[in-house]
């Protein structure tokens, strides 16, 4: 990809980041200074269509990205350093968590990314044992979720500790990311999963972050791997 698609597609996402709705190219070309005309921006969003990395909701509608553009921005981008102002805010929620149980854990996870903490351990059988997730309100305040997309989510409940038992029991310490389809639990397809597990007194774990596709990837890889951190340093 060229770096002029590059800039139009990272601007794309940033504006629905921001909204949750269709991006326009004037709104684009209104926004922000590229040093390429309008005409220059509409050839390059369709460009990103036809490649598969935009699509349009609905016509006359603008462009949304694609799990393809989260997988290549997440490639591109995910291990890049935060910004301090952002790290500082994490570490500032950080030290009114006092509490490493797994409920709290959740709650902290849900309050930094404004998505869905989850929090469990595994047992000897890898069932997963005082598992928790907090911060559903957040789901459904999003903008982008359909009625019927809010539902699977809420059907998920029912099976989400089993599903995770069944997929994430011998996950490594590092953080994964699953985008829309990619997501092993099928009726959260919609949304995208950050998890990665932890060892402590030979008793396994989980910490996730379970939002949707336009969440900050880079911000929540930072607050998971600061909760791993405290968990396990936690005498």
């Given amino acids: 990809m060229q770096d002029r698609q590059k800039k139009i597609l990272k601007a794309v996402v940033r504006e629905y980041r921001r909204s949750g709705q269709p991006v326009a190219s004037q709104l684009l070309s209104e926004r922000y200074d590229f040093d390429f005309s309008p005409a220059t921006v509409r050839a390059e969003m369709?460009?990103?269509?036809?490649?598969?990395?935009?699509?349009?909701?609905?016509?006359?509608?603008?462009?949304?990205p694609t799990d393809k553009a989260w997988r290549f921005l997440v490639g591109e981008y995910l291990d890049e350093e935060?910004?301090?102002?952002?790290?500082?805010?994490?570490?500032?929620?950080?030290?009114?968590?006092?509490?490493?149980?797994?409920k709290e854990t959740a709650q902290f996870l849900a309050d930094c990314s404004r998505g869905l903490g989850l929090s469990g351990l595994f047992g000897r059988d890898n069932r997963a044992t005082d598992f928790h997730s907090i911060g559903l309100r957040w789901l459904l305040d999003e903008p982008e979720f359909s009625e019927d997309e809010l539902k699977n989510i809420l059907k998920s409940f029912d099976t989400l500790e089993e599903e995770f038992s069944r997929f994430f029991c011998d996950i490594n310490e590092e953080v994964e990311v699953f985008i829309g389809r990619e997501n092993p639990i099928k009726q959260l397809r919609h949304c995208s999963l950050m998890v990665t597990g932890f060892t402590k007194d030979d008793e396994k774990g989980v910490l996730g972050i379970l939002g949707p596709k336009r969440m900050n990837y880079q911000r929540n890889k930072f607050v998971i791997e600061e909760a791993r951190k405290k968990i396990k340093a936690k005498k």
């Fill in 46 to 64: 369709l460009w990103l269509d036809e490649e598969g990395y935009l699509e349009q909701p609905y016509t006359s509608a603008g462009r949304v």
């Fill in 82 to 102: 935060l910004m301090p102002s952002e790290k500082a805010a994490v570490k500032q929620k950080m030290s009114g968590w006092q509490d490493e149980s797994t």
